[in-house]
């Protein structure tokens, strides 16, 4: 599977952005999706994942209820709603692939996106 992320950008605090994660060579629909991102200078976090079948997103408390993960089986794509931007966000995001159960954990994951940079001007 090759995963391609995009949307990024810069945006003030306070406002949205929405990333796309497009995939190629395999459907995403048996794939359950995550979403990380790495800051300067920091390790890579994770964000939220979301099932195959786009149940139960699991989110991070740092953007639990303003981060929100939604899929398209057909487009073959995963999106990343962020509102209520914050400087803190500020990051090179990630989306990545994991055929078994979801996770938090980096290391679980298969596939990865080149990542798309979120930078949030206070």
């Known amino acids: 599977v090759q995963l391609q992320a995009s949307g990024g950008g810069l945006v003030q605090a306070g406002g949205s952005l929405r990333l796309s994660c497009a995939a190629s060579g395999r459907t995403l629909a048996s794939y359950n999706m995550g979403w990380f991102r790495q800051a300067p200078g920091m390790e890579r976090e994770f964000v939220g994942a979301?099932?195959?079948?786009?149940?139960?997103?699991y989110y991070a408390d740092s953007v639990k209820g303003r981060f929100t993960i939604s899929r398209d089986n057909a487009k073959n794509t995963v999106y990343l709603q962020m509102n209520s931007l914050k400087p803190e966000d500020t990051a090179v995001y990630y989306c990545a692939a994991v055929y078994s159960d979801y996770a938090t954990n980096e290391n679980e994951y298969e596939y990865w996106g080149q990542g798309t940079q979120v930078t949030v001007s206070s």
């Open positions: 979301i099932r195959w079948s786009g149940g139960y997103p």
